[in-house]
């Protein structure tokens, strides 16, 4: 997919807001995907031109707050793009997903980029000793069990979470 600059972004949007085209017509004429110029669209509506010149930081918190919105409002990309000014779709794809997966959390620990290779400067980790103590079959018992409890406890707080993002929104009394 070819990269299109802010200032093809910026005349394709003057040109479609001119009524020089359809949404259609404009983005097939500047070739940009039509889902990603609708979304433009959108963004500009509500944002203006500081969506393409000044979007915005993309913090973990921010990935937090857009995930959050998008999954309890039921939103398509485009109403995204609306109210926050971010046109990355497969992004927020991914945001949803961690969040559905991990919650907050899930989004708040992930790091950018890649993990840095050890270059030949760096030591290597130390392997365990051989001498190293030896648990005892009651302790090793311990263990398991402590890690199955963490597990298991971890999954009934996803569960709690998907379920109460499943039930309808409480009707308040007339």
Known sequence: MTKISKTVKLRALI?????QGSLKTIANKYQISLTVFHMLVAAYRTHGAKVLFEPPQV???????????????????TQV??????????????????????GPNGLLC????????????????AKKSSKAK?????????????????????KNEAL???????????????
Request: proline residues 7%.
């Open 15 to 19: 040109d479609y807001f001119d009524g």
């Open 59 to 77: 913090t973990p918190k921010f990935k937090v707050q857009v995930a959050s919105w998008a999954i309890s409002h039921h939103a398509s990309y």
């Open 81 to 102: 793009a609306a109210e926050f000014g971010y046109v990355g779709s497969s992004q927020i794809y991914q945001w949803k997903e961690i969040y559905r997966n991990q």
């Open 110 to 125: 992930i790091s950018k980029g890649r993990k840095p290779k050890m270059t030949h400067n760096q030591k290597k980790p």
């Open 134 to 154: 030896k648990l005892t079959p009651e302790q090793n018992r311990l263990k398991q069990l402590e890690a199955e409890n963490l597990e298991l406890r971890i």
């Open 160 to 174: 709690k979470l998907l379920a109460s993002m499943k039930q309808p929104p409480k009707k308040s009394p007339k």
